[in-house]
């Protein structure tokens, strides 16, 4: 299965393409992310990313973890997102009844006015 890294720095609408992309092809992809600034920016990926599937008839479920992973020969913990695809019986995407749709990147002005998480 495909791990994507996502930095603090990395850009929630090119991470969110490239969840998308391998969404539609294998059906499942791991988000993993150190730190908040980071997981911050995976957090938004995968909401856009439900965005840009939505289009396809794809909705996606979230299964969050955390992991020990060894990075310069230090054990350091991440955040790993699995994400899979959601059957909704139908193949039409619909929110669940206490869930608010997902929004649409267009419309912020730009990714840097789209609500932060805290």
């Given at each position: 299965?495909?791990?994507?890294k996502?930095?603090?720095?990395s850009?929630?609408t090119?991470v969110a393409g490239?969840?998308?992309g391998?969404?539609?092809?294998?059906?499942?992809?791991d988000v993993?992310?150190?730190?908040a600034g980071?997981?911050?920016?995976?957090?938004?990926?995968?909401?856009?990313?439900r965005?840009?599937?939505?289009?396809?008839?794809?909705?996606?479920?979230c299964?969050?973890?955390?992991v020990e992973i060894?990075?310069?020969?230090?054990?350091?913990t991440?955040?790993?997102l699995?994400?899979?695809?959601?059957?909704?019986?139908?193949?039409?995407?619909e929110?669940?009844?206490?869930?608010a749709?997902?929004p649409?990147?267009?419309?912020?002005?730009?990714?840097?006015?789209?609500?932060?998480?805290?």
């Open positions: 299965m495909d791990i994507i996502v930095a603090a720095t850009r929630s090119s490239a969840i998308a391998v969404m539609r092809e294998q059906k499942q992809v993993q992310a150190i730190g980071a997981v911050n920016q995976a957090i938004k990926a995968v909401i856009i990313a965005g840009y599937l939505e289009l396809d008839g794809i909705d996606i479920i299964l969050p973890s955390f060894m990075i310069d020969g230090q054990e350091r991440a955040v790993r699995g994400i899979e695809e959601r059957s909704t019986g139908a193949g039409k995407v929110p669940a009844p206490d869930e749709p997902a649409k990147l267009s419309a912020w002005q730009s990714e840097s006015d789209a609500p932060a998480l805290e």
